[in-house]
């Protein structure tokens, strides 16, 4: 899975220009943490009296959290009068405030690469670009944001959280894959849909057990035929949201 299948593409971005007031209240009424920084210029080829949107390209120039405008309060509060503090603060620029977001992702860069990047750097979002001849020199084009949450929405849809159905454990003894096999044929067999397989250790560096997410409510079937090939295993059953063990 890469960037691109995953990211946020339908973005509220601000100029350098904008005011701090401005863009505490694009956070406020859209309920973000981070505002993309960007300017407009003119897709190659575009004609000089053009200025519809799609003929433009937004080059990122930096990054605006809630966290750097609290920052421009908190200064502000040191460095006035209250009777002067809304006005210090609500005036100040963007540009001297954002920072330069220097930590960058590309459509295809893989999904694992950037979830790493997030965590190590303990970042909230990565914007997203591509680079692009611009006049006449590589300009950094903003094509989306990969936030935490985008991460975490990728997860739930790969594991079939928003799909009827169950998840299913299979118990691999020493990180032996041949009970997920043959639980896999099993399925097949039966005719009972896997919407999702994950195999990751959680410890150490092989996995102990198998999650597989299937489209069915009814197990019953496939679970005697576990029974009868005794391959061990755990399942949530959805109607009481409790774990049982064979």
Known sequence: MIVKDIMTTKLVTIKGDDTLSHAANLLRQYQFHHLPVVRSVKKPGAQP????????????EGLLTSQ??????????????SALLHQLWQEKRVKEVMH???????????????AQILVERGLNCLPVVEYE???????????????????????????????????????????????????????????????SVMAAPLEGSVPQVATLRLGTINPSPLLVRLQEANI?????DPLTEGQSHA
Request: without cysteine; proline residues 5%; aromatic residues 4%.
């Open 49 to 60: 009296s053009d200025y519809r949107e799609q003929n433009t390209l937004p080059l990122l």
């Open 68 to 81: 750097d405008i609290d920052l421009a309060v908190a200064l502000a509060k040191q460095d006035s009068s």
């Open 100 to 114: 330069r977001a220097t930590i960058r992702v590309t459509p295809t860069t893989n999904v694992a690469a950037a």
């Open 133 to 195: 001849n611009v006049e006449d020199e590589a300009q950094t084009v903003l094509v989306g944001l990969l936030t935490r949450s985008d991460l975490l929405m990728a997860l739930a849809r790969s594991m079939g959280a928003f799909e009827p159905g169950m998840e299913l454990t299979i118990i691999l003894p020493f990180g032996d894959l041949t009970p997920l096999a043959r639980v896999l044929l099993l399925a097949k067999e039966l005719h009972v849909q896997v919407r």
């Open 232 to 236: 061990a295993y755990t399942y949530a």
